[in-house]
Each structure stands twice: as C-alpha cells, then as structure tokens.
C-alpha cells in the first residue's frame, strides 16, 4: 500500500507563489506517473499537470506558463511550483500517483487547500 502526503497549501495574494509537495511512502512498486488535480468549491475536479514515468510533462492551458511539475524519484516525491497565482487557482489541490507495475492501481492524496485572495 502507498500513502500520499501532501503540503506547502495556504493563502497568498494575487501574483504570487505557493510551492507544494506530495510525498510517497509504503510499498512503492515502480515509478509512477504524477498528476496534479484541484477542485474548486462546487466544481468537478481538473487535471492541473502531469509527468509521465518518462519525464514527459503535460499542464493545463489555465496554468501552462505559470506552474512547474517535477519529481525526485529518489524520494518518490512530486511537486508543484505555482506562479503568478490568481484567484480562480483558489482550489483543494490533489496529488495523485498511477502505477502500471505490477498491477493498474492508482493513489490520492488528502489534498491541501490553496487560496488566493485578490
């Protein structure tokens, strides 16, 4: 079993930066494709950004030049670096591990609450 821990949430300003981090632990059993996902209040939860085993990186066109995904898999750990935060970023922000090997299984995180306030 893997557990997910997530941090670095909390309130900012308009414009500015929050970093946050998602951190593994347990029978971590091949390296995972990381995703980020947020969920506004009364909204459907969104894919934020992706790294793939491979190290390719996909984001959202909401957040493409203002966030950063990036990992260590030497900590099987996950980040996400976010700029330029605007108030519509308000949102419970998810990390979420996929594994393929050895079987299909997937992990959440607790998620972290980040506002921005304008």
């Known amino acids: 079993q893997v557990q997910l821990v997530e941090s670095g949430g909390g309130l900012v300003q308009a414009g500015g930066s929050l970093g946050l981090s998602c951190d593994a632990s347990?029978?971590?059993?091949?390296?995972?494709?990381w995703n980020w996902y947020r969920q506004a209040q009364g909204e459907q939860r969104d894919l934020v950004a992706s790294?793939?085993?491979?190290?390719?990186?996909n984001y959202a066109d909401s957040v493409k030049g203002r966030f950063t995904i990036a990992r260590d898999n030497a900590k099987n750990t996950v980040y996400l670096q976010m700029n330029s935060l605007k108030p519509e970023d308000t949102a419970v922000y998810y990390c979420?591990?996929?594994?393929?090997?050895?079987?299909?299984?997937?992990?959440w995180g607790q998620g972290t609450q980040v506002t921005v306030s304008s």
């Open positions: 979420n591990a996929v594994f393929t090997f050895p079987r299909e299984t997937n992990y």
């Open positions: 790294i793939t085993a491979d190290g390719k990186i």
């Open positions: 347990g029978r971590i059993p091949s390296k995972p494709k």
